[in-house]
């Protein structure tokens, strides 16, 4: 889509965010979660900049992974919902995409799979465990037994059979759910030899005892953090901004004292002054629900949006900007290296993935 909003993505913040997982898991080995087109990032692109330092990548879905290897990414890539049907069971033999088991039907597809040029297959299968978060895997009591089935199965890799689990709330650390899903996966899986795999960002950065053999990383690698507390945000975890969404200033005029500004005259001035109407809305990615007084920075300083967020514009306050005043032409960051999308989220009353998915898919549409 041509639109004057801009975005940038910037490869060295992807890989000092790599290196700051690896840092803090360091004998773990590492997905890269690069699903919904790297959460916006362009996931070839991104997997083109982790590629030295990753141990694999995982994807939501077989199209997503095809993706990737259309763009030549040859490193191992997890399939994090598994096959849906035959023609992914072919796609992921033919390409050797690592699937992920959680239901019953997968196995059923795996039992019936024929495909007339690689029909001894043998595919890479990671066994998923329900320990809690009730969104996908088999209850715990199952595992013994599946993974036996799996590692006898003609059609299943044995020697890179995986177990693996996703927490619910490892975002809040001060809840028991994820020590109780921790246990839950341990008892599932003991006395089972094999590689296992727990953790989300928020895992990787204070989970430390569930690291285990492979982590998984997404929103940390884009530069954000997981936890909504202060004093767990992006620069206390060192991460760096992978994304700068950026547009254009359109016009700066006076407002009157007492005026409204933008749709349902939600916003109205204490008293007479200069805004500036910034060419970018909800159909470039910027959130519909932020609330005036989100942070913009523009011109070396933070000031605030007035009013409601519209198709293609914003309004913002001009007034504070004496030193270093903005004129049309000027470029206002939405987010970026001076301001973290995490202070927008908390705004829009949403969450960091959610903004960056949005609008970095939206400007590469
Ligand atoms: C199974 C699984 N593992 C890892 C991740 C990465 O999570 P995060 O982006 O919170 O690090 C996701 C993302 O939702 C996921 O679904």
């Known amino acids: ?15 000092h965010n790599l290196k700051r997982a690896r840092e803090c898991a360091p004998n773990s080995k590492v997905f890269s979660v690069i699903k919904a087109n790297a959460y916006g990032h362009n996931s070839v692109a991104t997997a083109g900049t982790l590629y030295p330092n990753t141990d694999a990548f995982a994807v939501s879905c077989v199209p997503e992974a095809v993706v990737l290897r259309e763009g030549s990414i040859d490193l191992p890539i997890k399939i994090l919902q598994g096959h849906q049907n035959n023609d992914d069971l072919n796609i992921a033999a033919d390409l050797n995409l690592r699937l992920m088991v959680h239901e019953e039907r997968q196995l059923t597809l795996l039992d019936q799979y024929s495909n007339k040029g690689k029909k001894n297959h043998r595919f890479d299968i990671t066994l998923k465990v329900d320990s809690g978060m009730h969104r996908l895997g088999f209850q715990p009591d199952r595992i013994h037994d599946l993974y036996t089935k799996l ?4 059609h299943v890799n044995p020697d890179n059979l995986m177990l693996a689990t996703h927490f619910s709330s490892a975002d809040e650390p001060d809840k028991e759910t994820t020590l109780d899903q921790v246990k839950t996966f341990n008892k599932a899986c003991e006395g089972i030899n094999a590689p296992k795999s727990l953790c989300n960002s928020a895992g990787v950065l204070v989970w430390k005892d569930a690291h285990a053999d492979w982590v998984r990383p997404g929103i940390m690698l884009y530069g954000s953090s997981p936890f909504s507390d202060k004093d767990k945000d992006s620069d206390s975890f060192d991460l760096q901004a992978a994304m700068t969404f950026e547009a254009p200033v359109i016009s700066v005029h006076t407002l009157k004292k007492g005026d409204c500004i933008g749709y349902s005259a939600t916003w109205q001035c204490p008293k007479d002054m200069q805004v500036a109407v910034i060419a970018c809305g909800y159909a470039d990615g910027y959130p519909r629900h932020a609330a005036s007084g989100t942070p913009v920075w523009i011109n070396g300083k933070t000031t605030e949006l007035l009013g409601r967020v519209a198709m293609d514009m914003i309004v913002v306050n001009a007034d504070d900007h004496k030193e270093n005043p903005i004129k049309v032409g000027d470029w206002a960051e939405l987010w970026g290296k001076n301001l973290s999308v995490d202070s927008i989220a908390e705004k829009a009353e949403t969450i960091p993935y959610e903004i960056l998915c949005n609008a970095g898919n939206l400007r590469q549409a």
């Open 1 to 15: 889509m041509k639109r004057s909003a801009r975005i940038t993505i910037h490869p060295e913040a992807l890989q």
């Open 151 to 154: 590692k006898n199965h003609p």
